[in-house]
Nanobody
């Protein structure tokens, strides 16, 4: 599966952005989809994941500000980000795997190119 992330940009603190990740290839609906992010000088970290059945998982640090969703008819996964903070500034990556949501990047074989999100204070 090939992944193409989009929707990043510059936003003020407290604002919102919605990231999209379009997938090509067969059987998108069968994949677990997830978002990771990497801030400058930091390790890549799990943000959110959604199973083929719609079960979701989030990083505890998000405090309910982000929502992941998917539209299998459009082969697209979304990340709605609200109440953004400067510490959310990072490159956001879309990724995919099969079976279950994992929070470790090494468990994901398919990655998109990343989209930059910058939150100004």
């Amino acid at each position: 599966v090939q992944l193409q992330a989009s929707g990043g940009g510059l936003v003020q603190a407290g604002g919102s952005l919605r990231l999209s990740c379009a997938a090509s290839g067969r059987s998108f609906s069968g994949y677990v989809m997830a978002w990771f992010r990497q801030a400058p000088g930091k390790e890549r970290e799990f943000v959110a994941g959604i199973s083929s059945g719609g079960t979701t998982s989030y990083a505890d640090s998000l405090e309910g500000r982000f929502t992941i969703s998917r539209d299998n008819a459009k082969n697209t996964v979304y990340l709605q980000m609200n109440s953004l903070k400067p510490e959310d500034t990072a490159v956001y990556y879309c990724t995919a795997r099969v079976i279950f949501i994992a929070q470790t990047e090494s468990n994901y074989p398919y990655w998109g190119q990343g989209t930059q999100v910058t939150v100004s204070s």
